[in-house]
């Protein structure tokens, strides 16, 4: 590691909050690590909610929030869906405490630290701001030593098969097109379109099979049926 970057990295950890969590999940590396920085906010996603909740066929769905950061996303889901049972969880270990703080005292609202889709079977999976990195914000040539197509292709993978039939996969903000990967094929399109903008505003990048940019267009970024 560089002496400016170890620099950067101590003063991130002194500061604390937000620049904190980052600072460790760069320096401890954990397995499956995309996005390192744990930006969220409440009520972040009205419109997917929105048709997420038109979509399902059930008043009491599973749903996992894949990358749960700081517990944000899991208050927004329980408001948005009362009967749910929901389980979070993310790559940084303080995030996870600070969601499980968040959200204590909700006995169907569950937080745990990992990078894998759980062994379990969800109506509704969440990856919301989760595969993409600030790095790339400038749309680089190729994403490779950043991030890596086959990383998602695998992840989302894992993802598609904790989803039930007839249950449903919501990707936003990413890097990378789901209709890309391998998983896309056991699933049709139940609402895209959104828009993906990354800090500042400018659009979020894509990139291929093979790691290169191809512009911001067309993506595809939405909601997503499993087949039966």
């Excluded at 109506?123 to 030593?145: E, I, T």
């Excluded at 400018?202 to 997503?224: F, K, Q, S």
């Amino acid at each position: 590691m560089r002496v400016r970057e170890a620099l950067t990295l101590a003063k991130a950890l002194a500061v604390g909050g937000e620049r904190r969590e980052a600072a460790v999940a760069i320096i401890t590396k954990p397995k499956n690590l995309f996005q390192p920085y744990t930006t969220t906010s409440a009520n972040r996603y009205p419109d997917e909610f929105r048709a997420v909740a038109d979509a399902l066929t059930t008043e009491t769905p599973r749903i996992l929030s894949f990358g749960c950061s700081t517990g944000e996303e899991l208050v927004s889901l329980r408001a948005a869906f009362p009967g749910a049972s929901i389980h979070g969880v993310d790559v940084n270990p303080l995030a996870v405490r600070k969601a499980r703080r968040r959200v204590a005292g909700d006995a169907r609202t569950t937080v745990a630290r990992g990078g894998e889709a759980p062994d379990a079977s969800y109506d509704v999976v969440l990856a919301l701001a989760v595969f993409r990195h600030a790095a790339l914000n400038d749309a680089p040539p190729s994403c490779a030593g950043v991030l890596a197509f086959a990383d998602f292709d695998r992840t989302v993978g894992g993802l598609a098969a904790s989803v039930r039939p007839g249950g449903l996969l919501v990707i936003r903000h990413a890097n990378f097109r789901f209709s890309d990967t391998s998983a896309a094929a056991a699933f049709e399109v139940v609402s895209t379109g959104y828009a993906s903008a990354g800090e500042g505003g400018l659009p979020t990048p894509l990139y291929d099979r093979d790691d290169r940019l191809i512009g911001v267009e067309p993506r595809d970024d939405g909601v997503y049926r499993r087949l039966s």
